[in-house]
């Protein structure tokens, strides 16, 4: 079974600039999550889908963070502009009913100049 | 609100020998589940045990296994016979209620001496 897919791997931009993250989840997954840790810290939930439903983005700043699920399999989260502060590895997850394990990708490590 | 708290940011243990990692969690909700997650430096995290706050024996899975004890609200993770391969960051994490929501500790990272 393949495991959740993430690209790209790492990204450098520059501060007020946009960029995108993909995720892929395990297959049949119906619940997604979208994960921001700061280095030396826990990784910190931006948002959660159910199938292509949002069901929490309260940590999620909306000014410029946006992310969507089409279908309700892949998802990708965008920044526009990014600020300095955004710097982070940003990790996606699923779990096939959200009271469950997660399993989680390799991560994307951004960082803003 | 939902508090996951891991106050040991390091941890150091002999190969071969048992470690706990500390985890306390606070919440009102009478259902939620506990995870322990490791994230070696590579950086992937991985899913390593589980418990249901309705769950009465001690979860275990192979070297590891989470000592429950509801009335103090703690799940400690024990790791038996450790192994080089064991030094990592090791993260406590709590779901509670209608959504599930995650929440992450913020980690202790063990190192396993040979």
Request: glycine share 8%.
């Amino acid at each position: 079974e393949a495991g959740v897919a993430q690209s790209p791997r790492y990204k450098i931009i520059e501060k007020r600039q946009s960029v995108a993250f993909w995720c892929n989840p395990i297959s049949g997954h119906a619940t997604l999550y979208w994960y921001q840790q700061i280095l030396g810290q826990g990784p910190k939930l931006l948002i959660q889908f159910q199938n292509n439903g949002v069901v929490d983005d309260s940590q999620l700043p909306k000014d410029r963070f946006s992310a969507e699920r089409l279908k309700g399999v892949d998802s990708t989260l965008k920044i526009q502009p990014a600020k300095l502060e955004d710097s982070a590895v940003y990790l996606c997850a699923s779990s096939k009913v959200p009271a469950l394990e997660q399993y989680f990708g390799p991560g994307t490590r951004l960082t803003v100049t | 609100a939902q508090k996951i708290t891991q106050t040991q940011p390091g941890m150091f243990v002999q190969e071969k020998e048992a470690v706990t990692l500390d985890c306390t969690y606070d919440t009102s909700d009478p259902s939620y589940g506990l995870f322990w997650y490791k994230q070696p430096s590579s950086g992937e995290m991985i899913f390593l045990i589980y418990q249901g706050s309705y769950d009465q024996q001690n979860a275990t899975e192979g070297r590891y296994s989470l000592n429950f004890q509801k009335a103090r609200k703690s799940a400690n993770l024990v790791i038996s016979a450790s192994q080089l391969g064991d030094s990592a960051m090791y993260f406590c994490a709590m779901n509670t209620g209608g959504t599930y929501k995650y929440i992450f500790g913020t980690g202790t990272r063990l190192k396993v001496l040979a």
